[in-house]
Nanobody
């Protein structure tokens, strides 16, 4: 069983930065595709960024050039560096993993609030 635990959310002013972390338990991390999603009460959960085991990355158009996803397989951790934050980035951010066998896992989420 894999557990994903996010951290790093909080309140930040527009234009500021935050780095989210997600630590995964279990042995599937290094072979899995990791991702970050976000959700607000008004919108469905949406993809923010993904990174494969080969470190190929993909981003939603709304965050390209501002967010960077990375992973450290030695630490079973995936990161999301968020720069130039905007109020519309306010959401609960969820860590996601799709294992080599296709099983998916979700973290419980961490709240990011961008407000003056």
């Amino acid at each position: 069983q894999v557990q994903l635990v996010e951290s790093g959310g909080g309140l930040v002013q527009p234009g500021g930065s935050l780095r989210l972390s997600c630590v995964a338990s279990g042995r599937s991390f290094s072979s899995g595709v990791m991702g970050w999603y976000r959700q607000t009460p008004e919108k469905e959960r949406e993809l923010v960024a993904t990174i494969t085991k080969g470190e190929t990355t993909d981003y939603a158009d709304s965050v390209k050039g501002r967010f960077t996803i990375s992973r450290d397989n030695a630490k079973n951790t995936v990161y999301l560096q968020m720069n130039s934050l905007k109020p519309e980035d306010t959401a609960v951010y969820y860590c996601h993993m799709r294992s080599y066998y296709g099983t998916t896992y979700w973290g419980r989420g961490t709240l990011v609030t961008v407000s003056p």
